[in-house]
Structures are given as structure tokens and as C-alpha cells.
Nanobody, 115 residues
Framework: QVQLVESGGGLVQPGGSLRLSCAASGRIFSIYDMGWYRQAPGKQRELVASITRGITNYADSGKGRFTISRDNAKNTVYLQMNSLKVEDTAVYYC??????????WGQGTQVIVSS
């Protein structure tokens, strides 16, 4: 059974930083692509960043501020978020996909950027 558990969210002031983690279990981590998505109240879930076959991709909203990385030895993907803005407030989800399988999602972690 695949399980993805996000952590690291919280309340931060504008300009601050957070590092989100997503720990995966249940299948071989290294062969799957990973992504971070977010969903703000009243909005659709959107891509934040992804690692697909080793290539990183970022939504325009996070370019230059966010960095996605993975540690295959720890079965974990990270999202380092710097220079956070109020509009980054959302629930952040990690997604595991690829290898012709149904994508798997975590339960999400809340990020609130507010002064």
C-alpha cells in the first residue's frame, strides 16, 4: 500500500521560508516521479514543482523561490520555499506518479503566509 505523508507546513510571515517534506512508503521510491501541488481555498489544485525522470520543473509562481529535491535513500521529496508571499497560502500536496500507474497523493500540509 502506497503512503505519502507530507510535513513541514505551518504559519510563516511574508518573506519567510519553509521546507516541506513528503515521506513515501509502499513501493520503490526511486523509480517514480514526484511533484508538489497546492490548492488554495476556492481554487483548483495546481502544480508547484516536479521532478520527472530527473528533470525539475517549476510553475512560474515559484521560479527562483522554490526548489524541489529528492533523497532516494530516505524515500523523501522536499520543497524548499523561500521569500514566501501571502498568495502562497494553500494546502500543499505531494504526488507520486509514473511507470504507468495511477498517481498517488498525500493528505496535504497547510501553509499559511500571513503577518
Amino acid at each position: 500500500q502506497v503512503q505519502l505523508v507530507e510535513s513541514g507546513g505551518g504559519l510563516v510571515q511574508p518573506g519567510g521560508s519553509l521546507r516541506l517534506s513528503c515521506a513515501a512508503s509502499g513501493r520503490i521510491f526511486s523509480i517514480y516521479d514526484m511533484g508538489w501541488y497546492r490548492q488554495a481555498p476556492g481554487k483548483q489544485r495546481e502544480l508547484v514543482a516536479s521532478i520527472t525522470r530527473g528533470i525539475t520543473n517549476y510553475a512560474d509562481s515559484g521560479k527562483g523561490r522554490f526548489t524541489i529535491s529528492r533523497d532516494n535513500a530516505k524515500n523523501t521529496v522536499y520543497l524548499q520555499m523561500n521569500s514566501l508571499k501571502v498568495e502562497d497560502t494553500a494546502v500543499y500536496y505531494c504526488k507520486q506518479y509514473g511507470m504507468g500507474t495511477v498517481p498517488q497523493w498525500g493528505q496535504g500540509t497547510q501553509v499559511i503566509v500571513s503577518s
